[in-house]
């Protein structure tokens, strides 16, 4: 099955500042890379994906980079802004069963 | 974009009692379902992939018997938590696969299970 591993585990920035989180995956054959944000008590929620196809996705202050060579994508926020404070999970599919792995997420805290 | 619907978003129940969780798919079929738990602090962990029409299947670890799931239609699967214990408490989630190869996930809202 796929494993997943991300870092940091916590990352604080200030206003403004950059913040990048980075995962590796196992499993060559996946070929879909998500993004996902999530506040307390509430569901995941996607902000950016990539598929194998291409090597970087950007929205607006967010983008997202894939190495297929090395198995790594990390995830890029700039403009860091306090509502952007929350965890931050990637995950990718495990190809046997479809269903997603997730990273161990990342606890992003942006100062004001 | 698909929906997903899970209630209910919170229950507490008393030790030794079952708890019922529903995801349905609102605007789309889906004949696969995951069920993940979520403790305290800690990533998403699969705990069962939910099949239409056939049994459900589950991660190592995971008991079958005190989590029980049903899918027996195209919009619906039920995770009932039997027998609930304290160590049970967490957040359940389901999600739904699509996209073009189906490896896209849509997530229900989630429920916060205490078992007291």
């Known amino acids: 099955g796929e494993n997943v591993e991300q870092h940091p585990s916590t990352l604080s920035v200030q206003e403004g500042d950059s913040a990048v989180i980075k995962c590796t995956y196992s499993d060559s054959a996946s070929n879909y890379f998500p993004w996902y944000k999530q506040e307390l008590g509430k569901r995941p929620q996607l902000i950016i994906d990539i598929r194998s196809n291409v090597g970087e996705k950007k929205d607006q202050r967010i983008a997202v980079t894939l190495n297929k060579t090395a198995k790594h994508f990390s995830l890029h926020i700039t403009e860091t802004q306090p509502e952007d404070s929350a965890v931050y999970f990637c995950?990718?599919?495990?190809?046997?069963?479809?269903?997603?792995?997730f990273g161990s997420g990342t606890r992003l805290q942006v100062q004001p | 974009g698909a929906v997903v619907s899970q209630h209910p978003s919170r229950v507490i129940c008393k030790s030794g009692t079952s708890v019922k969780i529903e995801c349905r798919s609102l605007d789309f079929q889906a004949t696969t379902m995951f069920w993940y738990r979520q403790f305290p602090k800690q990533s998403l962990m699969l705990m069962a992939t939910?099949?239409?029409?056939?049994?459900?299947?589950?991660e190592q670890g995971v008991e079958k018997d005190k989590f029980l799931i049903n899918h027996a239609s195209l919009t619906l699967s039920t995770l009932t938590v039997t027998s609930a214990h304290p160590e049970d408490s967490s957040f359940y989630i389901c999600?739904?696969?699509?996209?073009?190869?189906?490896?896209?996930?849509?997530f229900g809202q989630g429920t916060r299970l205490t078992v007291v």
């Open positions: 939910s099949n239409e029409g056939s049994k459900a299947t589950y």
């Open positions: 999600s739904a696969p699509t996209g073009s190869t189906n490896t896209e996930a849509f």
């Open positions: 995950a990718a599919p495990d190809t046997g069963r479809r269903a997603l792995t």
